[in-house]
């Protein structure tokens, strides 16, 4: 479960839904949620942790470090003082005294690698983290990183969070190959293309109000693509011969792609998590894949 929408005033929801969110997943079965320190400015952190303050033992509990916190030089990137003052900022917010997965949330040129891995392996030692992951990373970044982490003999990055849907699919060229050849969890972000999988977006129709796609030019770009629009009319056609959603189908079909751990989904409201949650036990079959 992704928080990203927890806190968020243009296209998220308030708190109360999102504890609803977190509470609904947890008894579905769901036990890993991943927030970050950028999300509505702390916002989401705080919310996640008073969500999960009683159930904090049966969660995998993810964040991230990296994005800007404030307006000083000091308050974003990778370098060794950010890292130990942005995790010991995400325990407060999220009431815990530990983070099972600690993830740079994209690679940092200005600091030199080893001062960043340095600096996660002493979150490490000292007992506030359990694992490091990384998101945003391309494929050399990555090796590079574990390389070095591997020589140095300090914890590595076990897991990786990339984007990656139907609409997205630059990781199976190199990542995916890397990941599944040295055991690095994938755990990617946007599975839904940004909504544009999720069967409400036609050639005939924009963006629904409230969502992100109305706000965001980025997402605008990428309703407006030719290829996006047939591969979401691709995905909607299989949801109708198999009697699903266009969500859970392109859910399922992430989750069924060699190496993958995991995709991570958000909801701005109940209605959504119970469509995404729908995707769970769908296995596509080859035609399906096919298609």
């Known amino acids: 479960l992704g928080s990203m929408t927890f806190g968020n005033s243009q296209w998220g929801c308030d708190e109360a839904t999102s504890h609803k969110i977190v509470d609904r997943f947890l008894d579905a079965g769901g036990n890993f949620v991943d927030t970050a320190d950028v ?17 904090r033992r049966q969660v995998v509990l993810a964040t991230k470090v990296a994005g800007p916190m404030g307006p000083g030089p000091n308050d974003l990137g990778l370098s060794r003082r950010h890292v130990l003052d942005a995790v010991d900022a995400s325990l407060r917010r999220l009431g815990t005294d530990f983070i099972d997965l600690y993830q740079v949330h994209a690679y940092d040129p200005t600091t030199p690698l080893d001062v960043t891995l340095r600096a996660l392996d002493d979150c490490v030692r000292a ?9 945003n990373y391309s494929a050399w970044q990555l090796m590079k990183a574990n390389a070095l982490a591997r020589e140095l003999g300090i914890s590595r990055y076990d897991c990786l969070q990339p984007q990656y849907s139907l609409v997205c699919r630059h990781i199976e060229r190199e990542h995916l190959p890397l990941c599944r050849e040295e055991g ?12 544009m999988l999720t069967g409400k977006i036609r050639r005939e129709s924009g963006p629904p109000a409230g969502s992100r796609a109305a706000v965001d030019p980025e997402m605008r770009t990428r309703f407006g693509s030719e290829r996006n629009l047939a591969i979401a009319d691709a995905v909607i056609g299989v949801a109708k011969r198999i009697g699903k959603t266009a969500s859970q189908v392109a859910l399922a079909w992430t989750a069924q792609q060699p190496g993958v751990t995991s995709p991570i989904f958000g909801a701005r409201t109940l209605e959504q998590l119970e469509d995404n949650l729908g995707a769970a036990d769908l296995v596509l079959d080859a035609d399906a894949l096919r298609a």
Do not use: N, T
């Open 127 to 135: 007992g506030k983290v359990r694992y490091v992951g990384c998101s």
């Open 39 to 55: 999300y509505s400015s702390g916002v989401s952190e705080e919310i996640c942790g008073r969500a999960l303050k009683a159930k």
């Open 184 to 195: 690095i969890g994938v755990i990617p972000w946007s599975p839904l293309g940004g909504g």
